[in-house]
């Protein structure tokens, strides 16, 4: 961990965002927001609309939570409320940023509308800020560790679509079809992630 | 016991079964079951929270507001999962530093807000507190027998006892602690069930 401090600011920014995406990818090898991933993976167009929309929301929130632990939850000692402080602040959040949308942009409004109500109960998102607390993060690794982790996220979620895509024409056993196949493309790729692992630790 | 409840069991556990019927709560399924004893307590985690939850928010049903009513479900759900968070510390808290993570994301856990939003928020307290109880149990059901074939494969051990001689013949499968041995066994949980079921449907 001292190596993380010794580190100018970028440099630690960059390496915690590549674990994070990479070798610590949220959904292959922490095996969050399968959920959604599974719902919603079955084309790449709208892999892509709520990937952005992920990246987006858990960059911002472990931020957000970040300072609401260390300057609130912390000086007042009372961090066992922390769960039900981050899921209100991820669904204030998301609710937030769908009125600002709406107002501003019609056009991305269509796009991520209806994927932001379904951020609110993905488990990613909560996730991402539960795991940065077991990290001694300062305010911009945090930042770094969301937007990474948000990034993974995106990464696979669009890979599993593109290939769900082509998996379609194929004929498969009854029994199979649906989730069941899609895991084991996910096992797979995940069989892909473990390769990177041990190559960073942080 | 009544004969509703009983259907709202066999429901729960067997055909309407969270997992690999309604592919909820994947996330924690996948994540736990490596050792059998972070899955009992995962279980029981689930099964408070889905239980307390459904009965919580079928007793309200009346009194929340339709506008608002998810964010009353989420606060609902936290509270019951900060008090499994706390409790799970006290007793066992090796386990609570590999599944602490997870336990706070039950309340993210599809199984609850789906179960408290398709069944508490239309029925009556008693058979909501039932159905909370058989998709606790249904999801358990799942778990723990995953939990069981990856903690033999690859550690050679059942509740952290080695099975008997296991060095002079056992070769530990590696992969099945990793994640990707997690999603092939759930993978090849959810075919061999769903292959049942549309046997049984055709029938």
Redo the contacts between chains.
């Keep these: 961990m001292t190596a993380l401090g010794d580190m100018g600011f970028w440099a630690s920014f960059a390496l915690i965002f590549v674990a994070a995406a990479f070798t610590d990818n949220i959904l292959l090898a922490r095996f969050l927001g399968m959920c959604s991933c599974l719902g919603v993976s079955r084309k790449v167009d709208t892999s892509i609309g709520l990937g952005a929309a992920v990246i987006f929301v858990t960059a911002s929130t472990s931020a957000l939570n970040y300072l609401v632990y260390t300057y609130l939850l912390l000086p007042l000692g009372i961090e066992y409320l922390r769960l039900i402080v981050f899921i209100v602040v991820i669904a204030a959040f998301t609710q937030l940023v769908e009125m600002v949308i709406e107002r501003v942009s019609e056009k991305l409004y269509n796009a991520l509308g209806i994927f932001l109500p379904l951020i609110t109960v993905n488990c990613a998102i909560l996730g991402i800020s539960l795991f940065m607390l077991n990290k001694p993060y300062s305010f911009g690794q945090a930042f770094a560790f969301g937007l990474g982790g948000g990034f993974g996220w995106f990464l696979a979620i669009t890979l599993i679509g593109a290939i769900r895509e082509r998996i379609n024409e194929a004929s498969l056993p009854r029994g199979l079809e649906g989730p069941g196949i899609t895991l084991i493309i996910i096992g797979i790729m995940a069989l892909g992630f473990v390769g990177f692992s041990g190559m960073i630790k942080i | 016991m009544p004969s509703p409840y009983t259907k709202i069991l066999k429901d729960g556990i067997l055909s309407e079964n969270p997992i690999?019927r309604q592919?909820?709560?994947?996330?924690?399924a996948?994540?736990v079951t490596n050792l059998l004893a972070n899955t009992l307590f995962m279980c029981f985690g689930v099964i408070f929270a889905t239980t307390l939850t459904n009965f919580t928010v079928s007793v309200l049903r009346n009194h929340i507001p339709k506008r608002i009513r998810?964010?009353v479900q989420?606060?609902i759900i936290?509270?019951y999962?900060?008090m499994v968070?706390?409790i799970i510390r006290a007793l066992a808290p090796d386990i609570h530093r590999f599944i602490?993570?997870y336990v706070?994301?039950i309340?993210?856990?599809?199984i609850i807000?789906g179960r408290a939003e398709a069944f508490a928020s239309q029925n009556k307290p008693m058979p909501s507190l039932v159905d909370g109880l058989a998709c606790g149990l249904g999801y358990s059901a799942v778990l723990i027998a995953i939990a069981v074939v990856r903690e033999i494969l690859g550690f050679g051990t059942l509740l952290g006892v080695a099975l008997p001689a296991r060095d002079l013949w056992w070769t530990q499968w590696t992969i099945m602690v990793?994640?990707?041995?997690?999603?092939?066994m759930?993978?090849i949980m959810?075919?061999?069930?769903?292959?049942?079921?549309?046997k049984e449907a055709s029938a």
Excluded: E, K, Q
């Design positions: 690999y592919v909820l709560g994947i996330c924690s996948l994540a998810m964010i989420v606060i936290a509270s999962v900060m968070d706390i602490g993570p706070g994301l309340i993210t856990n599809c807000m990793m994640p990707p041995g997690a999603f092939f759930l993978a959810t075919w061999l069930a769903r292959a049942r079921l549309v």
